[in-house]
Nanobody
């Protein structure tokens, strides 16, 4: 089984909401930095949201105020609540994890290559 498995993607109309889940297995992921990334066809991968073991969060500029990342360490699961979805949010969404050797927010903002564990992705499609 893959260590990170995303679910919850789908098709919604503009203004709708979705909740993505990322279930982790095999490790105590509560001590890892976790984040959500997305990639649309023909575009570079973009950081969407990151969360530290402390619960501190950070967001990409394009989703700030609309998306919320959270974690349930008892379930080894990270969530991404997405509201007020726009067509430009259409992409494959991936969750990822990085060993925490410094602030997760710093890693998410400046060292995205440190995220070395990835899920298979879940598609989000927003129609206008």
């Amino acid at each position: 089984q893959a260590p990170l498995v995303e679910s919850g993607g789908g098709s919604v109309q503009s203004g709708g909401s979705l909740r993505l889940s990322c279930a982790a297995s095999g490790y105590d992921w509560s001590q890892y930095c976790r984040g959500w990334f997305r990639q649309a066809p023909g575009k570079e991968r973009e950081g969407v949201a990151g969360i530290d073991v402390t619960g501190d969060t950070t967001y990409g500029d394009s989703v700030n105020g609309r998306f919320t990342i959270s974690q349930d360490n008892a379930k080894n699961t990270v969530y991404l609540e997405m509201n007020s979805l726009k067509p430009e949010d259409t992409a494959m969404y991936y969750c990822a994890a990085a060993p925490r050797y410094t602030s997760c927010l710093h890693l998410f903002r400046n060292r995205k290559n440190e995220f070395r564990y990835w899920g298979q992705g879940t598609q989000v499609t927003v129609s206008s």
